[in-house]
């Protein structure tokens, strides 16, 4: 194992509690309580359940921008709640593919202020680049974000993933409360775990 990736990973302490928000099924999330004045949650990759944008929702007042190409809106398991909601048939991915849009474009297009914003992430492979052509401007919108790393386990010895992690932890605060770092444990050998960056 390539420790010199593996050590951006490596979490702290909370500076805050974590709360549980989307239920207790999966895609339920340990979060820092630490959501006051934050505006929106970006939330790509949603297939056909958002229980965790209903709950941000219903608990804290938190709007979603949500996309999927693969996701049709008369599919969602729960409708979209009006003038909190909004949905894209979109990828998020790089530049110029296909049905698809970049975390800058999409968050400059929804919101283009300066205030906080939260990212909750499982596109399946396609976060590390995302997040690695993505703008040091756009991540520092993120004050919370909740990320689904795929094939975590080979990508370890990869430079470019080592750079990614540079990018990030120059910005912010890696934590994984108990019951994720159970889960990181559990699934690292599959090559896939939780994580959650969180901004300090």
């Known amino acids: 194992m390539n420790f010199s990736a593996f050590q951006f990973l490596k979490p702290r302490p909370s500076p805050c509690p974590m709360v549980r928000i989307g239920g207790d099924a999966d895609g339920a999330y340990l979060v820092p309580d630490d959501l006051c004045n934050v505006e929106s949650c970006f939330s790509p990759g949603v297939y056909q359940y958002k229980n965790f944008e209903d709950d941000l929702f219903a608990s804290y007042g938190i709007s979603s921008h949500l996309c999927d190409y693969s996701a049709n809106l008369e599919e969602l398991q729960t409708p979209l709640i ?7 048939k979109l990828w998020l991915d790089l530049d110029g593919l296909p049905n698809s849009i970049t975390l800058d474009k999409w968050v400059a297009s929804l919101e283009p202020g300066n205030y906080d914003c939260m990212l909750q992430m499982d596109i399946e492979g396609a976060e590390y680049r995302t997040l690695f052509t993505a703008s040091a401007a756009t991540i520092k919108r993120f004050r919370i974000m909740v990320i689904e790393l795929h094939a975590l386990h080979p990508a370890l010895f990869s430079s470019s993933l080592i750079s990614l992690f540079l990018k990030l932890v120059a910005i912010l605060w890696v934590v994984l409360g108990k019951q994720m770092l159970c889960a990181f444990n559990r699934r690292l050998q599959s ?6 960056i969180y901004n300090f």
């Open 191 to 196: 090559g896939r775990t939780s994580y959650l």
């Open 82 to 88: 009006e003038g909190a909601q909004t949905f894209q």
